[in-house]
């Protein structure tokens, strides 16, 4: 069993940056793909980065490409969201996620593991 523990989030002006983290605990998920979706209101949940288990791949959304960063550190069980430059459209409760395998996927079921989601509010 893996419980995942979202923080970091808030609100944040246009332009702005915030860095999310997610805590694993329970037992270790080195070996388990994560990713960060996102879910805006009026909308349904949306694929936002995935990295493998080693870090040795990562996957963004086109609509997150070159603005946020997703790493992993096995050695304290977590997994970060770098958001650079964001905007009012990236407004949104995002939520990490665990796979049960190493490598990453881009679809949430994916992902078997589920945060409780951490608010995201970007003012223009």
């Known amino acids: 069993q893996v419980q995942l523990v979202e923080s970091g989030g808030g609100l944040v002006q246009a332009g702005g940056s915030l860095r999310l983290s997610c805590a694993g605990s329970?037992?270790?998920?080195?070996?388990?793909?994560m990713g960060w979706f996102r879910q805006a209101p009026g909308k349904e949940r949306e694929f936002v980065a995935a990295i493998s288990w080693s870090a040795s791949n990562t996957y963004y959304a086109n609509s997150v490409k070159g603005r946020f960063t997703i790493s992993r550190d096995n050695a304290k069980n977590t997994v970060y969201l770098r958001t650079n430059n964001v905007k009012p459209e990236d407004t949104a409760v995002y939520y990490c996620?665990?796979?049960?395998?190493?490598?990453?996927?881009?679809?949430?079921?994916?992902?078997?593991?589920w945060g409780q989601g951490t608010q995201v509010t970007v003012s223009s």
């Open positions: 329970g037992r270790t998920f080195s070996g388990h793909a």
């Open positions: 996620a665990a796979r049960t395998v190493t490598a990453l996927g881009t679809n949430e079921n994916e992902y078997y593991y």
